[in-house]
């Protein structure tokens, strides 16, 4: 029985495996199932190393203490099955409860009946073969037989180590029926399946484990790149809400410093535009803040009408925006942006009562490269500026104040 507790080693070796992989896995209640599997099949181990290494020699099989071991051999060898079969059913198609109080009581009398019956080792063997196959063969089927989405190479490798264990306990109804019905004339094959039995078994049960594991290992990746999946959509949302204007909806000053939009920039000459709302303060302090947040959205939304798909807007400041604009020039956008703001319908902050039409300042400059565009927003920034300031002296010597709300019915 020096193959036996060989076997017992290696079934303890597995169990204490699972044993500590099902503490970082206990969502996975497939692999609890099979956990406590292993931890039954090193009971009914157990049990058999008792029968022959710790009982006297000179016990024989009709004893009663000889049968209380058969008896916990079996009963532990069904609940290995019993487990095997919930945690198989588990992981397919998600079914639990194959194991409960009638199982274990099912499990008793039918261990009851076969050591009263069997007359020796090989006969309780025998009584476990149909129970044996029947599970070994279920497991096998649920898994080879998952949709192909599911399959796996470890569906695969444990599918085709329990195909390996039903086969072999058809061998085993063979070689131990032969040995039970006719004990002097059994084959020397059969005597060999016989005695290396407990080699076989282990094989089977290290590819098994095997297999489970790299079931597992299969879960716990699906579930990390699941949650790498979700991970990086927050966190391109997370760099969207960063790098884009909540109010008009149009890239920030941010999303300009990392250059996101500027790919046609980078290989083309062009102009960069910077306007500058002149009426914004005013508003705000006529209609409050809500109004000066329509006058910046209706600006975002005239600008972005008259961009081309290469060009790009950026909010850059409280009430500036800034135009990159590739393989265009000064001297031909300056004025279309100007009718752009010019031609924009008005707007009604007060639900009617008045109206405003938008009122920029706009200045324009060219860039010969990418690395030019800094200075072109500088020079497009004095521009600008220059343009605001000109504008403010001919509205003074004017006497009138600047795009000042015009009551509803003065419409033209």
């Known amino acids: 029985m020096q193959l036996t507790v060989v076997q017992l080693g290696g079934v303890l070796v597995l169990g204490g495996l699972f044993v500590l992989l099902r503490r970082f896995m206990l969502r996975r209640a497939y692999f609890s199932a099979w956990t406590t599997a292993w931890i039954a099949l090193a009971g009914a181990l157990s049990a058999i190393v008792v029968r022959y290494d710790v009982l006297p020699g000179s016990v024989r099989e009709a004893d009663l203490s000889v049968r209380v071991v058969y008896y916990v051999y ?53 009584w476990q073969v149909p129970l044996a196959v029947a599970a070994f063969t279920y497991c096998a089927w649920r898994l080879l037989s998952l949709p192909r989405p599911r399959r796996s ?17 058809m061998v085993y109804a063979l070689v131990f029926g032969l040995e039970s019905a006719a004990p002097e004339s059994v084959p ?15 094989a089977g049960s290290i590819a098994l484990g095997y297999g489970m594991i790299l079931m597992l290992m299969e879960d716990a990746k699906r579930e990390v790149d699941d949650a790498q999946s979700a991970l990086r959509a927050a966190h391109d949302d997370l760099r969207r809400a960063a ?8 890239m920030n000053r941010s999303a300009f410093t990392e250059g996101l939009g500027l790919d046609m920039a980078r290989a083309s000459f062009g102009t960069v535009v910077l306007l500058d709302l002149d009426n914004l303060k005013q508003v705000n302090d006529e ?14 939304d005239a600008l972005r009408a008259a961009l081309r798909s290469s060009d790009r807007v950026y909010r850059w400041g409280g009430d500036e925006f800034l135009l990159v ?17 010019a031609e924009a319908p008005p707007l009604s902050p007060d639900n009617g009562v008045s109206t405003v039409r938008l009122a920029a300042s706009i200045g324009a400059s060219d860039f010969a490269s990418y690395d030019d565009l800094r200075a072109a927003i500088n020079r497009a920034d004095t521009l600008m500026y220059r ?19 015009e009551p509803a019915d003065s419409r033209a």
């Open 243 to 250: 790098l884009h204007d909540p109010l008009t909806g149009v």
């Open 325 to 341: 604009l590739p393989s265009a020039r000064a001297v031909d956008v300056q004025h279309r942006f100007e009718r752009v703001i």
């Open 287 to 300: 209609f409050g803040h809500a109004g000066g947040d329509i006058l910046l959205r209706t600006c975002a």
């Open 74 to 126: 079996l009963l532990a060898k069904l609940a290995m099955l019993a487990w095997l079969v919930d945690g198989t059913r588990l992981y397919a198609v998600g079914r639990r409860g194959f194991v409960s109080w009638y199982t274990w009581a099912a499990g008793a009398a039918y261990s009851t009946l076969a050591v009263v019956v069997a007359g020796d080792q090989a006969g309780v063997v025998l």
């Open 188 to 202: 020397s094959l059969a005597t060999f399946i016989i005695d290396i039995n407990p080699l076989l078994d282990l």
């Open 153 to 169: 190479p470890g569906t695969s490798a444990s599918g085709m180590a329990f195909v390996y264990l039903a086969a072999l306990w």
């Open 387 to 405: 343009q605001k300031h000109e504008r403010k002296r001919a509205a003074v010597a004017a006497g009138l104040a600047l795009a000042r709300p």
